[in-house]
């Protein structure tokens, strides 16, 4: 039985990805439930978090699985008529690179569970601009001061296909 979901080895696998590909310590990349930044997080902060599964086939488990990268970055130390995105497009466009079909995210996804069997790559499809966002997003005081103090975006990857056949889905029940 396995002791990872499939999800799981996917985030943990595009989160291990990030971290060595763009040398980011672990207080500044982490699978997170929302795509909000740990509470501890510095001055930047990739969340990666679950997106939806769906299915192809009828005979087998043919599942095309999401997740998406929240790129954060705080802009409360730049006056405010100096702040635009204190460089989360610029560390978001790092993201999109090192993720996109990165057959490094599958072998690391597969490698995590036996049970695992991603045969694609994640695709990139599309990023949005969050905007400035305040404490409350950083778990501070929402109340704390009236200008945002960092800025957010989020980038959606797709089409991780994973396929099961029906006697592998048995022995996982």
């Excluded at 499939?6 to 997170?32: F, H, I, N, Y």
């Excluded at 001055?43 to 679950?50: L, M, Q, Y």
């Excluded at 036996?114 to 695709?123: A, Q, R, T």
Aim: glycine share 10%; charged share 25%.
């Amino acid at each position: 039985m396995s002791t990872l979901s499939t999800m799981d080895a996917l985030l943990d696998a595009a989160r291990d990805r990030l971290r060595a590909a763009l040398e980011l310590a672990p207080e500044e990349c982490s699978v997170t439930p929302d795509g909000k930044p740990d509470p501890d997080c510095g001055e930047r902060f990739v969340a990666i978090h679950p997106g939806g599964v769906s299915n192809s086939q009828q005979h087998c488990l043919d599942e095309y699985y999401a997740f998406r990268a929240t790129v954060t970055v705080r802009t409360g130390q730049d006056p405010r008529d100096r702040r635009r995105d204190g460089g989360a497009w610029a560390l978001a466009l790092k993201v999109r690179a090192a993720l996109h079909m990165s057959y490094d995210v599958t072998a690391l996804a597969n490698a995590a569970d036996p049970d695992v069997s991603f045969v694609e790559p994640p695709v990139f499809e599309g990023g949005t601009y969050l905007g400035p966002q305040g404490g409350e997003w950083f778990f501070a005081d929402p109340d704390g001061g009236a200008d945002p103090t960092g800025v957010a975006v989020e980038l959606s990857f797709g089409k991780a296909r994973h396929v099961m056949y029906i006697e592998e889905q048995e022995d996982r029940s």
